[in-house]
């Protein structure tokens, strides 16, 4: 039994916790950055003012988590995040098809625990920082409702991913709140003050069939008078969680202090279109359904913003602008919303895409004035039209990863955020980013400590391809389709394509590439063909002349014509892929994106992607074969299809893919890092989305690798991951590693991205 005599004054139990890095936030930007720094050999504590990890993409929101690759429904091809984002986007994939929010979680929460220099604090919230000197932040203090104990939270190196910057903001950092006037930053795109300055808080809501008559009294509070959102009409029985994402509110407010009176606004909102969906007799269906969840915080969008020493802003996203010290990237268009969220006459959205992904530079992820904070996921220095895009998870995941290297470097070595902006201490950084998975636009890996560029390297086979068969299903050309085809600089080969028409016709197919190395929007036309085409049955010669000035991906695009179907093939390959002019309005593409007025930002046309089990390649004959699938890409620095493959991929018919590295010499080797082809182009959308797979058809699940005495020293036989770490107990001595591939997840031919090998 525990007494206490009465007294004054108590105070509450303290807990003191010294780590090398504090990380304030645990959505998934400051999930991604502690686990990154913690693997790196960082001492972490991550706070997090919730139960639950992962912010926005957590069940207690769920919201999908989507970045460059926006639903496939741009021209950013295999473009989704690398690192750990895509460990944990992969794993949920594996795991949880149906897009369970709940399941998400868990696998958030192992993967934090299973990290042993990682301390967790859930329910846990900042409310004080401690500073040393007037630039310096030296401890701060939180407190945990759960277990009412109080946390001194002391380190050199802190990292602010909360959302709302409540580190910064209380340290002093400077930062924004709004948008920035057009002339400021010369952004075309920059909004008026009608239009608004802050985008809102969302919240969502769950249904489900009972099989049985359900009725439904709304709360006293709940909105009344539907025909006040102006879109009211968009609502149906089918639609619910983040499809709803325009259930926005409180642009015009604090969206910071103001949270809770948006808060009850968006219950008003929820609670109303329920009661419509439900009591208006427009939707009979309904009847025997039920509110399963409806959220109870909101999901934010936009509050504070910190200065950098780079503001990141429009012209870097539309024009891909370079930097030398790119740490991370983006790809989602610039979305800005009306400041009047659901009560807007206006669209829910305004969203402007570039022609391909864009460099994030590092100087936009610490303050320019405090001189040990770290910034991460959407409070980066960026702009507000900027932010638009930088905004969402998987770019704010990637973006974290960035943040967990770079101070786990400058933990390492004594040094400060800015420290890391001199050329070698940037090219470390890049390196050690580069070998975990994490792309960064235009840059290769260049690994001096990597043993496989010393070894003789041999495959069993590489794939030439010849031809995609004409085996898979005929599809009439609705909408115009095209085949990407990785191929050297030089000629175009000759190709042949399978087509039958059902009347005399005319069949119009140019040849496109993108007018900038490592995008994949077809606007340059490189040459057109019209060919009269018969009824019945045809195999076509496409006569192209054309000739490639560097290697590149070529678009061969059949122009929409009803009366023709084209052959598709079953065959799926690594780096070969299928588009087609279609629209996808979740992300506002319309076939074409073209600005009315001058805004900033180019015309073009969308060529996207269908989801497997559609999206076939189609059939085509290649004429001497495209030979750039060679052993030789396993060690060429990338990871991903870009312009090129970057893949040793196995003849078809090759009974036990296989790799060899020989080296002159015994080596002993204590790590092997490999990377397959999980998919990039596919966004692994978290919730809501039914993935009809569990991993990717590219990827290998089963390898073993054998010594140079054909002895066998690892096997796995359930791999759905991009990067594979094998490290030795006791360093394998030989002179010589083999690796089989002997099962794929898929009926894809077997591909390997990448081999690297460490004393």
């Known amino acids: 039994m525990i007494k206490s005599n009465a007294t004054d004054k108590r105070t509450l139990k303290t807990i003191r916790h010294e780590a090398d890095l504090i990380v304030v936030g645990g959505g998934l930007s400051g999930v991604c950055s502690a686990i990154t720094a913690a693997r790196a050999g960082t001492k972490v504590v991550l706070v997090q003012d919730r139960p639950v990890l992962g912010g926005n993409a957590s069940s207690e929101v769920r919201l999908w988590v989507l970045g460059a690759t926006s639903h496939m429904g741009n021209n950013n091809r295999w473009a989704r995040e690398g690192g750990v ?28 625990a299973s990290e042993p220099t990682i301390k967790l604090l859930l329910n846990t919230a900042v409310y004080e920082v401690e500073k040393s000197d007037a630039d310096t932040i030296s401890g701060l203090k939180a407190f945990c409702s759960q277990n009412s104990t109080a946390y001194e939270l002391i380190a050199p190196l802190f990292c602010d991913a909360s959302g709302d910057g409540i580190v910064g903001f209380q340290a002093g950092a400077a930062f924004r709140m709004g948008a920035e006037s057009m002339e400021e930053f010369g952004e075309k795109f920059a909004p008026s003050a009608e239009y608004g300055e802050l985008l ?40 619910y969680g983040c499809q709803l994402w325009w259930l926005e509110y409180g642009g015009r407010l604090d969206t910071v202090h103001d949270t809770e009176e948006i808060k009850w606004e968006l219950w008003k909102v929820v609670y109303g279109v329920w009661n419509y969906i439900k009591n208006s007799g427009q939707f009979p269906e309904a009847e025997t359904m039920t509110l399963e969840w409806v959220g109870q915080i909101p999901g934010k969008r936009e509050s504070r913003r910190f200065e950098g ?60 004035n405090i001189r040990n904070l770290f910034l991460a996921g959407r409070i980066i220095s960026a702009s507000h039209v900027a932010f638009g895009s930088s905004r969402v998870m998987g770019t704010s995941a990637n973006v974290g990863q960035a943040v967990g290297m770079a101070a786990a470097l400058c933990a390492k070595a004594g040094l400060q955020p800015r420290d890391l902006t001199e050329q070698q201490r940037m090219a470390s950084l890049q390196t050690e980013l580069l070998r975990i998975g994490h792309y960064i636009p235009g840059l290769r890996l260049h690994d001096e400590q990597d043993l496989a560029h010393r070894a003789k390297l041999t495959a069993s086979s590489e794939l030439i391809l010849n031809s995609l068969p004409p085996d898979g299903p005929m599809v009439t ?29 005319e069949l119009v197919v140019e040849l496109r590439k ?76 319309y076939g074409k994106q073209e600005p009315t007025e001058d805004i900033g930002v180019d015309t073009f046309e969308f060529w996207c992607p269908e989801r497997r089990p559609k999206g076939h390649n189609i059939a085509l004959k290649i004429a001497n074969g495209i030979r750039l699938f060679q052993a030789e890409n396993v060690r060429n620095g990338i990871q991903r299809p870009i312009s090129q493959p970057n893949a040793w991929v196995a003849a078809p018919n090759d009974p036990n893919p296989t ?34 797979e569990t991993a990717s058809p590219f990827c290998v699940r089963e390898y073993i690798l054998c010594n140079d005495r054909n002895e066998r020293i690892y096997h796995q036989t359930e791999n759905h991951q991009s990067r594979n770490t094998i490290r030795f107990e006791q360093p394998q001595e030989t002179s010589s590693l083999t690796i089989h591939l002997k099962a794929m997840n898929g009926n894809a031919p077997a591909a390997l991205m990448e081999i690297r090998v460490y004393e």
């Open 85 to 112: 984002i895509d460990e944990l986007l992969l794993e949920n994939w594996y795991r949880n098809p149906e897009g369970n929010p709940l399941i998400f979680d868990t696998i958030l929460l192992e993967k934090v």
């Open 309 to 368: 020493d780079y503001m990141l802003r429009q012209q870097d996203i539309v024009e891909q602008r370079e930097h030398t010290d790119a740490v991370a990237f983006g790809g989602w268009s610039i979305d800005l919303h009306p400041a009047d969220g659901v009560f807007s006459e206006k669209p829910g959205c305004n969203q402007w895409h570039s022609k391909g992904i864009y460099q994030i530079p590092y100087r936009c992820l610490y303050s320019h």
């Open 200 to 239: 809102g808080h969302s919240m969502y809501f769950y249904t489900k069939d009972t099989g049985r008559p359900v009725r439904f009294v709304p709360p006293a509070y709940a909105l009344n008078d539907i025909t006040k959102i102006p879109r009211y009409r968009r609502f149906n029985a089918q639609e």
């Open 477 to 505: 050309l609705n909408h115009p389709a095209a085949q990407m085809l990785p191929l050297a600089a030089g000629p175009i080969p000759q190709l042949t394509a399978f087509v039958s028409a059902d009347q005399d016709t």
């Open 514 to 589: 993108s007018s900038k190395s490592g995008n994949h929007t077809p606007d340059v036309t490189l040459q057109t063909l019209t060919l009269p085409i018969s009824k019945g049955r045809h195999d076509i010669e496409l006569p192209f002349d054309a000739q490639l000035d560097r290697p590149d991906y070529v678009f061969v695009c059949f122009l929409k014509n009803k009366h023709i179907q084209l052959q598709h093939s079953q065959l799926r390959v690594t780096g070969v892929l299928s588009v087609f002019n279609k629209t996808n309005p979740a992300v506002s593409n």
């Open 659 to 692: 790799l060899t590295l020989q080296w002159p010499e015994q080596k002993s080797i204590s790590r092997i890092e490999l990377f397959f082809d999980s998919d990039f182009d596919h966004p692994l959308e978290s919730v809501i989305m039914i993935h009809p």
